[in-house]
């Protein structure tokens, strides 16, 4: 295909996952759009059909893009994942078929509703971010950009990722366990998959220490939860911030029934406008790719050498 070019002939893609609107309508006539909800519906696909699918979005992270069902696929050429973590797409098998592939409050509030504050004042919070020094475990644009909003507290900020990030000023720690001896709070922005599970284990935690602060914004996978929950009861690290979990939406009632961790409900891209702009890049870079122009979002598992 010719860069720039677009052919007449009719472009199939699944769309895999829950329905979202600007997905399903924001293709234009030339692409024929199938989509399906499940695996299960998945199996009840036609292999005409299958066979003439050539690209796929899929819609969210609950959805398995796995081997099985990639390789139903014989004609893809790209799946365009809506997220920022794209581990329950199987890169490996995309890269293997020339596939490409492409975020105290709390307990304060419930204080004031319960009206308490009107007979005592509120007890003086023991955290906080002064004299503190915080590891960030990946330095990718997210990473970089909490550590921009660091800078502009004045917090210290140092980083643990595979290898030094390029144009990054903080000082990188190749060892996890290293790092966490230098810091005081930890915050985990690294993508899910094999080569992060609990990658933030109970030895961590120890070099952490009891001022030690866990922040999971990453995939609850990188956070070995029952080391998590063993090293908030013993004391051993302070309190723990958490937007993600090992197997949601369950989250451990042992987790639910602390003070010491704040609990969100995978929230950190959860508004209107970030999550239309999330549908709107899965489109854009489907709509690239079938122009043969280059996708603006490939993952480093799948590199695209050009178009």
Do not use: C
């Not at 030895?203 to 609850?220: E, S």
């Amino acid at each position: 295909m010719v860069a720039g070019n677009i052919s007449s002939e009719k472009i199939d893609l699944l769309i895999y996952g829950p329905s979202r609107p600007i997905l399903e309508n924001g293709f234009s006539d030339q692409f024929v759009l199938h989509p399906f909800e499940t695996k299960h519906d998945l199996e009840r696909l036609n292999p005409a059909v299958a066979a003439k699918i050539r690209g796929a979005a899929v819609t969210y992270h609950t959805v398995h893009a796995d081997k099985t069902s990639l390789s139903l696929f014989p004609k893809l050429e790209i799946v365009a994942s809506f997220g920022v973590g794209y581990d329950h797409v199987d890169s490996a098998y995309a890269r293997e078929h020339n596939i490409a592939t492409l975020r105290e409050f709390v307990k304060a509030d419930r204080y004031l509703r319960s009206g308490l504050w009107l007979t005592q004042n509120y007890p003086l919070s023991v955290g906080s971010l002064r004299d503190r020094k915080v590891g960030i475990v990946g330095m990718g644009r997210i990473g970089q950009a909490i550590g921009r909003r660091l800078d502009a507290s004045r917090v210290p900020v140092v980083y643990h990722s595979r290898k030094p990030a390029a144009d990054v000023s903080y000082t990188h720690y190749p060892d996890l366990i290293e790092m966490a001896k230098a810091v005081d709070t930890l915050i985990a922005i690294v993508p899910g998959g094999a080569s992060t599970a609990k990658m933030i284990n109970a030895d961590v935690m120890k070099a952490l220490g009891p001022r030690g602060v866990i922040i999971n914004v990453a995939r609850g996978s990188v956070v070995d939860e029952q080391a998590l929950i063993a090293a908030l009861k013993s004391g051993t690290i302070l309190a723990a911030g958490l937007d993600v979990f090992a197997s949601e939406p369950t989250v451990p009632d042992e987790l639910r029934a602390m003070q010491n961790v704040v609990l969100l409900p995978h929230i950190g891209s959860a508004s209107v406008v970030t999550r239309n702009a999330m549908d709107q890049l899965v489109v854009d870079n489907l709509q690239n790719w079938f122009a043969g122009k280059p996708p603006l979002t490939p993952v480093p598992e799948t590199p695209v050498k050009g178009r």
